[in-house]
Nanobody, 126 residues
Framework: QVQLVESGGGLVQAGGSLRLSCAAS????????MGWFRQAPGKEREFVAG???????TYYADSVKGRFTVSIDNAKKLFLQINKLKPKDTAVYYC????????????????????WGQGTQVTVSS
């Protein structure tokens, strides 16, 4: 079993930055891939960024390229650096873990992720 706990959300003004964290514990494997998703009010959850543990390769949704950066440390903690925040970034952000290698568009497929965190709220004021 794997547990994921997100943190780092909050209220920030447009143009500011936030760094979200996702701590993974439990049984994990080097073949894991992890992703960040977000769900804005009244909208479906969407993929924003992902990373494969083994080779640290990354993948981003086109809508966040250049402003979002995903990274991971040796303690199995996943990060999402969000710069130049915009009101449209307001959402609950979730991390998820897939016990498999993911590449490209596969990161978008929620069915490939077996574990999800509880989410952390990001609110951007204009």
């Amino acid at each position: 079993q794997v547990q994921l706990v997100e943190s780092g959300g909050g209220l920030v003004q447009a143009g500011g930055s936030l760094r979200l964290s996702c701590a993974a514990s439990g049984r994990t494997f080097s073949s894991n891939s992890m992703g960040w998703f977000r769900q804005a009010p009244g909208k479906e959850r969407e993929f924003v960024a992902g990373m494969c543990w083994s080779d640290r390769s990354t993948y981003y949704a086109d809508s966040v390229k250049g402003r979002f950066t995903v990274s991971i440390d040796n303690a199995k903690k996943l990060f999402l650096q969000i710069n130049k925040l915009k009101p449209k970034d307001t959402a609950v952000y979730y991390c998820a873990l897939a016990p498999r290698f993911l590449r490209g568009g596969a990161y978008y497929a929620e069915r490939l992720y077996d574990y999800w965190g509880q989410g952390t709220q990001v609110t951007v004021s204009s």
